[in-house]
């Protein structure tokens, strides 16, 4: 029971369209090598070859560009789009139109993104730990449809991670506590 007055913690959980569909645009172009620990890794979907678009003199280009608009889009709150122009123009329509039915299945498969436990009990211990109220605690999380468990503390209070991240129940909870916690910030 809560007391009227009283603010509670707040954990966000989303399939992001514009991080998806920036994903879908980096395979399908076959841009990269990407070695940053901000740059997930592939999508675990496949996704067509639409790679012959570019010359090998433009991959390069085009790669830094997706990795500018890559941090950009995936700095945001999810559904904040940043599309990128270029050579990724003929494939963001494409991208947009996989993803949408990808988070539909990804959500009706697994409609709780992080289990309610997980996140009751890392928003306890973060509270404990960090000697605040769980009323001062808030994050958000943005699932990405790659392969493999990959998660990242993107900014302060959100994260980047994989579905298989967070199906996991440890790694599920210390992706929810490291974005919890870097919320606080000097807390």
């Not at 608009?69 to 709150?77: K, P």
């Not at 498969?109 to 001062?136: F, K, Q, S, Y």
């Given at each position: 029971?809560?007391?009227?007055?009283?603010r509670?913690w707040?954990?966000?959980g989303?399939?992001?369209?514009?991080?998806n569909?920036a994903?879908y645009?980096r395979?399908a172009?076959?841009?990269?090598p990407?070695?940053?620990?901000?740059v997930?890794p592939?999508?675990?979907?496949s996704?067509?070859?639409?790679?012959e678009?570019?010359?090998?003199?433009?991959?390069?280009?085009a790669s830094?560009?997706?990795?500018?608009?890559?941090?950009?889009?995936a700095?945001h709150s999810?559904?904040?789009?940043?599309?990128?122009?270029?050579p990724?123009?003929?494939?963001?329509?494409e991208a947009?139109?996989?993803?949408?039915?990808?988070?539909?299945?990804m959500?009706?498969?697994?409609?709780?993104?992080?289990?309610?436990?997980i996140?009751?009990d890392a928003?306890?211990a973060?509270?404990?730990?960090?000697h605040?109220?769980?009323?001062?605690?808030?994050?958000?999380?943005?699932i990405?449809?790659?392969?493999?468990e990959w998660?990242?503390?993107?900014?302060?209070?959100f994260v980047?991670?994989?579905?298989?991240?967070?199906?996991?129940?440890?790694?599920?909870?210390?992706?929810?506590r490291?974005?919890?916690?870097s919320?606080?910030?000097?807390?």
């Amino acid at each position: 029971m809560r007391l009227a007055g009283t603010r509670s913690w707040e954990f966000r959980g989303d399939v992001g369209s514009a991080t998806n569909a920036a994903l879908y645009v980096r395979d399908a172009l076959g841009l990269g090598p990407f070695a940053d620990a901000d740059v997930p890794p592939a999508l675990a979907a496949s996704v067509p070859d639409r790679s012959e678009q570019l010359g090998d003199a433009e991959r390069v280009g085009a790669s830094l560009e997706w990795l500018q608009s890559w941090r950009a889009t995936a700095g945001h709150s999810p559904g904040a789009p940043v599309t990128p122009g270029g050579p990724f123009r003929s494939v963001w329509k494409e991208a947009y139109g996989w993803v949408g039915p990808a988070r539909f299945e990804m959500v009706r498969a697994n409609p709780a993104l992080i289990p309610w436990g997980i996140l009751r009990d890392a928003v306890r211990a973060v509270a404990r730990d960090r000697h605040v109220d769980e009323g001062d605690l808030r994050g958000s999380l943005d699932i990405l449809l790659v392969r493999g468990e990959w998660w990242h503390v993107i900014r302060p209070g959100f994260v980047l991670a994989s579905a298989e991240a967070g199906r996991n129940p440890e790694t599920a909870a210390r992706l929810v506590r490291a974005c919890l916690e870097s919320g606080l910030g000097g807390a």
